[in-house]
């Protein structure tokens, strides 16, 4: 068996379709969608992210304001910055690109973005509603997956699913979301035992460890849906996932790629939640 390759690229131009019908609601009741963007520092790999978000905006009609700041920044200066952006009418959605300087404290400044303008679904507040099956701006990336997810056909309730990974931004909000699809959630992690026991037992694996094709092909159950999050980027610039692709692809029924699979899907998403921001300023949710 060869998997079906769960296009993300294509997916997300439907996706950012969709978004930009709304937008066009949205500015003709006199709201003009806006997202801001902050950027500390000049990581490469961060500018090119920010940029890809920035197109991606501005191609449906999105303002995308672009901040950006020395990497010497300091905790009270991007405070400050985003005490003025919660404040600012005209912004819907506040961004702070990750990872920051390590003297600006991360956690601080998550908390003080208003919930409400909080579109990667950071804050606490969002991430607590998540939790009580009431959210409001899920996180980017797991809700990218659950979208590919559908795409693939896989009925999730009942079904064994396995997420490689625990962290606040995918790991930990993915489990939820595949909680509340009624999976039967199985969160691994770098001090799980036995890796290939887990994922060979798994239906639905989901990874997000950051090791490069660190669950190897022959791993995965025949039939599973497998869902990349991994982007590792080797020496020569090519990006490559966390799963080992090709012997993974000739066992699974379902497998995104990397590039082209969950990338693509966070940044519409992204833009999906700016949305959903300017239509509450819209009057229109
Ligand atoms: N506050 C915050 N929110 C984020 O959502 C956030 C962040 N910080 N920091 C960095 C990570 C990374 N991230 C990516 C999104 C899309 C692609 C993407 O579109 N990747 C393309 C390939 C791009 C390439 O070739 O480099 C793909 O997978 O096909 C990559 C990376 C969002 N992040």
Redesign the pocket.
């Known amino acids: 068996m060869s998997a079906r390759r769960l296009d993300?690229?294509a997916r997300a131009a439907r996706l950012l379709g969709e978004v930009e019908q709304r937008v066009r609601a949205c500015i003709e009741r006199g709201v003009r969608p806006c997202l801001a963007v902050v950027l500390v520092g000049d990581d490469p790999a961060?500018q090119?992210?920010v940029r890809?978000k920035e197109k991606r905006a501005a191609e449906i009609g999105i303002e995308a304001r672009d901040h950006r700041l020395p990497a010497t920044t300091t905790t009270d200066e991007l405070l400050a910055l985003v005490a003025a952006l919660n404040a600012d009418r005209a912004v819907d959605g506040i961004?702070?690109?990750?990872?920051l300087p390590p003297q600006c404290d991360a956690q601080r400044i998550l908390l003080a973005v208003d919930p409400a303008k909080d579109v990667?679904g950071?804050h606490p507040d969002n991430l607590g509603r998540l939790m009580l099956g009431q959210p409001r701006f899920v996180a980017?990336?797991p809700q990218g997956c659950m979208l590919l997810l559908a795409d693939a056909g896989i009925a999730l309730a009942g079904a064994r699913a396995l997420v490689i990974g625990r962290s606040t931004i995918v790991g930990k909000p993915m489990a939820q979301l595949l909680v509340h699809a009624d999976a039967t959630v199985t969160v691994a992690h770098s001090r799980t035992r036995d890796l290939a026991a887990e994922v060979a037992q798994a239906d639905v694996v989901v990874a997000a460890i950051g090791r490069l094709e660190f669950v190897r092909g022959e791993w995965i159950k025949p039939g599973a849906v497998v869902i990349d999050v991994g982007?590792n980027r080797l020496a020569d610039g090519r990006?490559v996932g966390d799963v080992e692709f090709a012997a993974a692809e000739a066992r699974a029924s379902a497998i995104t790629p990397?590039?082209?699979?969950?990338?693509?899907m966070?940044?519409a998403c992204?833009l999906n939640n700016v949305v959903l921001a300017a239509e509450r300023r819209a009057g229109l949710s």
Request: aromatic share 8%.
């Open positions: 993300g690229k961060s090119v992210y890809s961004l702070v690109q990750m990872p990667d950071f980017c990336t982007m990006l990397v590039p082209g699979g969950v990338g693509p966070t940044i992204l």
